[in-house]
Structure formats: structure tokens, C-alpha cells
Nanobody, 124 residues
């Protein structure tokens, strides 16, 4: 059974940077992509970014484009989300997700495994 563990959330001031990471373990050979979603209070969960398992294909949602970078550390089966120029609207719980689908895109139903979430809070 695949397990995903997020780390790196926290509190940052507006304009600052933060990196969240997600380590995958147990049955990772079946995975083809890993992504990030976020859910702000009172809002639906939204797609942030996804990277394929080889790390050579990335896709970003509108909220992330130009400010966030997704990357994969192969040796540790870990995906990072580097977030720059953060603003209070980025405050949310950030969820890591993994998919057995080659290009799962932004659809949550295409992801098979989910982490517990990491809180990111951006103060103004």
C-alpha cells in the first residue's frame, strides 16, 4: 500500500517562500505521477501541480503558474513544491496525491493515494 507523508508546511509572511515535500513509500513502482492539491477554509479542493514519475513532464494550475515549482527527487521518492511570492490567498491545507495514471491532470478522481495534508498559512 502506497503511503504519502507531507512535511514542510508552516507560517510565512506575504511575499515569502516555503517548500512542502511529500515522501512516497510502499509500492511506488505502480505510480506514474505525483501532484499537489490545496483546500482553503470554506472552499473546494483545487489542483496546484503535477509531475510525472520520470520528472520530465510538469503541469500547473492557474493559481501556481509562475510562482510555484514542482520537482522530484528520485533517490528519495520525494516530490517538492517550492512556493515563492506567497500571498494570504495561498493559505490552505496542501495535499500530496499520487496516481497510477500516466497523465492524471487536475482531476482528483485520477489520483489513487492521498497524504494527510500540510497546513500553509500566509500572513499579511
Amino acid at each position: 500500500q502506497v503511503q504519502l507523508v507531507e512535511s514542510g508546511g508552516g507560517l510565512v509572511q506575504a511575499g515569502g517562500s516555503l517548500r512542502v515535500s511529500c515522501a512516497a513509500s510502499g509500492g511506488t513502482s505502480r505510480l506514474n505521477a505525483m501532484g499537489w492539491f490545496r483546500q482553503a477554509p470554506g472552499k473546494e479542493r483545487e489542483f496546484v501541480a503535477v509531475i510525472n514519475w520520470s520528472g520530465n513532464s510538469k503541469y500547473y494550475g492557474g493559481s501556481a503558474a509562475g510562482r510555484f515549482t514542482i520537482s522530484k527527487e528520485d533517490a528519495k521518492n520525494t516530490v517538492h513544491l517550492q512556493m515563492n511570492n506567497l500571498n494570504p490567498e495561498d493559505t490552505a491545507v496542501y495535499y500530496c496525491a499520487a496516481s497510477q495514471t500516466m497523465y492524471p491532470g487536475r482531476l482528483q478522481t485520477n489520483y489513487d493515494y492521498w497524504g494527510q495534508g500540510a497546513q500553509v498559512t500566509v500572513s499579511s
